[in-house]
């Protein structure tokens, strides 16, 4: 399964605890110091993913920056993408193209939804929820848009119904266990998205803590998500990013 637009009954998501474990069994919250290359972190992905939907490993939050590059989802339109400046890879999740760099926080869900409600629409409303909490922490108000996935600021310094996008989510489901996630703009350079028409919209733009006027820290951020994660999903613990899959997976892929 992959996500696309969703229509969702938000109330009924935000009222339930559905999304949180009834064991409260942790999280592994995993944080990559180093540019991780793309190929490496979907390999790395498939194979957790593949080992908690089979009960042999907990489930995980991955933060991690990518080098500059484009992805396309499942819905990517060849026109939308404007240039070959950085390489483009088929990513596998719902959506159209997007961009990955430096400064922007990328967290790979891989949550186990048997026990977490199997409901992907109020999946994707945590991880918007999610998004909100953090940036609201930050003193930036965003919010949802009906049939646009993802989190958006309004701009009425560019114009009245000017707003741009801070966050994208794009998910996999595989045996009811998600990859792929979010991906945060912390303070990339938003001129690399001029290669791509961002998730196929033309008519509103894209943004970041630094373009909002909100100087912080990769780590700030983190800290920040990983509370208001455990607001909405349940308790994490810190792991190592060894975990995800095993040297030799890693040697072939780097």
Same mark, same amino acid.
């Given at each position: 399964?992959?996500?696309e637009?969703?229509?969702?009954?938000?109330? +009924?998501?935000?009222? =339930?605890n559905?999304?949180?474990?009834?064991?409260?069994?942790?999280?592994?919250?995993?944080?990559? +110091?180093?540019p991780?290359?793309?190929?490496? +972190?979907?390999?790395?992905?498939?194979?957790?993913?593949?080992?908690i939907a089979?009960?042999?490993?907990?489930?995980?939050i991955?933060?991690?920056?990518?080098?500059?590059?484009?992805t396309?989802?499942?819905?990517a339109?060849?026109?939308?993408?404007?240039?070959?400046?950085?390489?483009?890879?088929?990513?596998?999740?719902?959506?159209?193209?997007?961009?990955?760099?430096?400064?922007?926080?990328?967290?790979?869900?891989?949550?186990?939804?048997t026990?977490?409600?199997?409901?992907?629409?109020?999946?994707?409303?945590?991880?918007?929820?999610?998004v909100?909490d953090?940036?609201?922490?930050?003193?930036?108000?965003?919010?949802?848009?009906?049939?646009?996935?993802?989190?958006?600021?309004?701009?009425?310094?560019?114009?009245?119904?000017?707003?741009?996008k801070?966050a994208?989510?794009?998910?996999?489901?595989?045996?009811?266990?998600t990859?792929?996630?979010?991906?945060?703009?912390?303070?990339?350079?938003l001129?690399?998205?001029?290669?791509?028409?961002?998730?196929?919209?033309?008519?509103?733009?894209?943004?970041?803590f630094?373009?909002?006027?909100q100087?912080?820290?990769?780590?700030?951020v983190?800290?920040?998500?990983?509370?208001?994660?455990?607001?909405?999903?349940?308790p994490?613990?810190s792991?190592?990013?060894?975990?995800?899959? =095993?040297?030799? +997976?890693?040697?072939?892929?780097?």
């Amino acid at each position: 399964m992959v996500m696309e637009a969703l229509t969702l009954d938000g109330d +009924a998501c935000e009222t =339930s605890n559905k999304l949180i474990r009834a064991d409260a069994r942790p999280v592994e919250w995993i944080i990559s +110091a180093d540019p991780v290359p793309y190929p490496f +972190a979907l390999e790395a992905m498939r194979t957790r993913a593949a080992a908690i939907a089979a009960g042999e490993a907990p489930e995980a939050i991955w933060l991690l920056e990518h080098p500059p590059l484009y992805t396309a989802g499942t819905s990517a339109l060849p026109q939308d993408l404007l240039s070959d400046r950085f390489p483009v890879y088929d990513a596998g999740r719902g959506g159209q193209y997007t961009y990955h760099g430096p400064g922007q926080r990328v967290a790979y869900v891989m949550l186990d939804l048997t026990q977490r409600g199997r409901d992907i629409r109020c999946l994707v409303r945590g991880l918007e929820g999610w998004v909100i909490d953090t940036l609201a922490a930050h003193n930036i108000s965003g919010a949802r848009r009906d049939g646009r996935i993802g989190v958006w600021v309004k701009r009425p310094d560019k114009g009245p119904l000017k707003e741009d996008k801070i966050a994208a989510i794009g998910v996999r489901v595989s045996k009811w266990v998600t990859f792929h996630g979010i991906s945060l703009n912390v303070m990339p350079d938003l001129g690399h998205y001029d290669g791509i028409v961002p998730c196929g919209i033309t008519d509103q733009g894209v943004t970041s803590f630094e373009d909002l006027g909100q100087l912080v820290s990769m780590p700030e951020v983190d800290s920040v998500l990983r509370r208001a994660f455990e607001g909405r999903f349940g308790p994490t613990v810190s792991a190592s990013e060894e975990g995800l899959v =095993s040297s030799g +997976a890693h040697s072939q892929v780097a």
